[in-house]
Nanobody
């Protein structure tokens, strides 16, 4: 397992941008695929984006394609989520997860989670 800490959330107007960061504790973070998920009250945790161990493969939910970009810097043990053209429906608590091996869109497949960072998009 690896410890993860998210940061970068906040309040932003519709059409604005935020960059979320997920800092990992392990120096072998390159062995872990990572993903971003979000959750609002009354809904299940929703897949946002995932990235492979090397960063060479990324995948996104249809709702964020073209607006969000996931990336990683294994030398810094960090995964990022760049969020552009934000919409009110993007409002949620955003979580990052990590697992040894291949990337996945299923949150239960991740073995490590951060505590989340809140994103609020006003209209």
């Amino acid at each position: 397992q690896v410890q993860l800490v998210e940061s970068g959330g906040g309040l932003v107007q519709a059409g604005g941008s935020l960059r979320l960061s997920c800092q990992a504790s392990r120096r072998t973070f390159r062995d872990y695929a990572a993903g971003w998920f979000r959750q609002v009250p009354g809904k299940e945790r929703e897949f946002v984006g995932a990235i492979s161990r090397s960063g060479g493969i990324t995948d996104y939910a249809d709702s964020v394609k073209g607006r969000f970009t996931i990336s990683r810097d294994n030398a810094k043990n960090t995964v990022y989520l760049q969020m552009n053209s934000l919409k009110p429906e993007d409002t949620a608590v955003y979580y990052c997860g990590a697992r040894v091996g291949a990337w996945t869109t299923v949150y239960r497949d991740f073995i490590s989670w951060g505590q989340g960072t809140r994103v609020t998009v006003s209209s």
